[in-house]
């Protein structure tokens, strides 16, 4: 029996939202390095416009690394200790555009700019003025040309066809890249052609990491797949198809042999519950829900289809409302040291901490030994269903308000197993498994394991 992971180096990445660059470093050495994470998704590093929403940091200013989360000697240290510990940084760089705001102002570190002038970088001729709608802002997704060259919500839209404007985005890039991060996470992708989000990357070195964010659109004309041409994508399809049986407890399996319908093929997926938009808008079942939430993101670490990446923001009641800051704006550090698993009451501003759950470090364990093996068909008991990983883990949840039980067929070898979830030992015998499951439980065994053969 195999004591060592297969997959010596597990994929599995986590977004922290809106955390400050020297928490993001602590956890790194503290929770994600040894719990086996091998990338972080940060918010945007660089200035951004001096207002308290999160969403400040998705409104350049200037490509200085001068934000509330940090300065660029914080970022660059952060880069450095999470390397140490294993884990490469993804940096989000909001690249589209500059910001929305009509009126001139300065940026987080002083930086003063207009609507369409932003000094030393860009200057009117360098943006798109798109004059298909009456306010140049894109009011059809069903229009190529709108969503690729009118203003996503009023904010300045870099024409990204220009060898300048490309110029100065390539240079930002590369001097994240020259602190070391890894790659980058390409804010608003669908709004710059794919040719041009292309040229750009493409003159970045070749082992960049590229995740584009396109969110898959019902019969929108720009679909995530002209971006998985030179990278990886967000395949927001996935979580769309993971809440409906949470609620339903009717589960299907997804496609096992090939590709799945409506996602991008496996290898260039990136597959998530929620993101901080989602779970602001679409996301059906986010840190609100629990132990429901553990549930969505069990089954996702399970899956053999794409690259996860967690979930790990804060807690709010006002969806604008940014993340705690001292008096002077900077946003307070945030240690998820201790944290077990979700809680019934949050405070608004309370770090979910999320990457630090039981059951998630558990389920890093269980998708390290499960490597590539396949996904086998499930079985679907009352609220209760589970699959096996082809000789490696079976999984179980029960979604419903009782206890349920699930028999799960498996070529595991008989014998008795610690559930990585609850430490409970689980017994494989004439070739399945039955998982007994709390209300709202999940449970998993994998090859890894054994306390014991029969
Ligand atoms: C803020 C204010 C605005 C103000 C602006 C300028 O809220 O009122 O005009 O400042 O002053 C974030 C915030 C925004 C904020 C912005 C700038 O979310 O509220 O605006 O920072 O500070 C589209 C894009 C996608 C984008 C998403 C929010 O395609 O790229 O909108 N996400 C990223 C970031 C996001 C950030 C930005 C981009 C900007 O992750 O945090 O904005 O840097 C359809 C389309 C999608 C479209 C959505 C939203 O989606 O397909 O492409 O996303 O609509 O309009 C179903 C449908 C699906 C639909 C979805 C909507 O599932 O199937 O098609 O619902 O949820």
Not at 27 to 42: I, K, Q, S
Not at 61 to 79: H, I, K, N, P, Q
Not at 295 to 322: E, F, H, K, Q
Request: with cysteine; charged share 25%.
């Amino acid at each position: 029996t195999p004591s060592t992971p297969e997959s010596a180096a597990p994929d599995v990445g986590v977004q922290l939202f809106q955390l400050p660059w020297t928490s993001i470093a602590e956890e790194c050495e503290t929770t994600l390095g040894p719990n086996g994470f091998a990338w972080v998704l940060t918010s945007p590093p660089n200035e951004h416009i001096a207002r308290d929403e999160w969403w400040a940091s998705y409104q350049p200013v200037s490509y200085e690394l001068e934000t509330r989360l940090g300065t660029r000697d914080e970022f660059a240290d952060m880069v450095a200790r999470c390397d140490a510990a294993g884990v490469d940084v993804i940096a989000d760089a909001v690249i589209n555009h500059m910001t929305g705001q009509d009126a001139p102002g300065a940026g987080w570190a002083g930086t003063p700019y207009e609507h369409y002038e932003y000094p030393g970088l860009y200057t009117a001729g360098d943006f798109h003025r798109c004059g298909l709608t009456s306010n140049d802002d894109i009011q059809d997704y069903d229009s190529r040309e709108q969503v690729q060259t009118c203003e996503l919500v009023n904010l300045a839209d870099l024409d990204t066809s220009s060898e300048t404007v490309r110029g100065t985005i390539v240079a930002y890039l590369e001097d994240l890249l020259s602190l070391g991060v890894a790659g980058f996470r390409i804010d608003a992708a669908k709004h710059m052609t794919a040719e041009d989000v292309e040229a750009i990357v493409g003159a970045l070195p070749e082992d960049t990491r590229i995740v584009s964010e396109v969110i898959r659109g019902g019969g929108e004309p720009i679909v995530p797949e002209e971006y998985a041409e030179f990278g990886e994508v967000f395949e927001f399809t996935y979580a769309r198809d993971l809440a409906p049986p949470l609620e339903s407890g009717v589960f299907s399996d997804p496609e096992l042999e090939g590709d799945r319908p409506l996602h991008v093929p496996a290898g260039g997926a990136i597959v998530f519950v929620d993101n901080h938009d989602t779970e602001r808008g679409e996301a059906d079942v986010t840190y609100r829900d629990g132990p429901l939430y553990v549930i969505a993101n069990a089954l996702m670490l399970a899956d053999d289809y794409g690259t996860p990446v967690v979930y790990s923001g804060y807690a709010y009641s006002d969806r604008d409302a940014g993340a705690p800051t001292d008096a002077d704006g900077r946003v307070l550090g945030a240690s998820c040291a201790g944290v077990s698993g979700p809680v019934e009451d949050y405070d608004d501003g309370d770090r979910t901490c999320v990457h630090a759950w039981t059951a998630i470090v558990g389920m890093l364990e269980f998708r390290a030994f499960a490597g590539d093996a396949p996904r086998l068909a499930g079985v679907d008991e009352g609220d209760a269903y589970g699959f096996e990983r082809e000789g490696r883990g079976v999984v179980a949840v029960n979604v419903g308000a009782e206890p349920a039980t699930v028999t799960i067929p498996t070529s595991l070898p008989a014998g008795e197993y610690r559930d990585v979830i609850t430490g409970a030992t689980r017994t494989v015998a004439d070739g399945r498994v039955v998982f007994d499951l709390e209300p709202l439980g999940v449970a998993a065994i994998h090859i890894g394991a054994p306390t014991a053969g029969i």
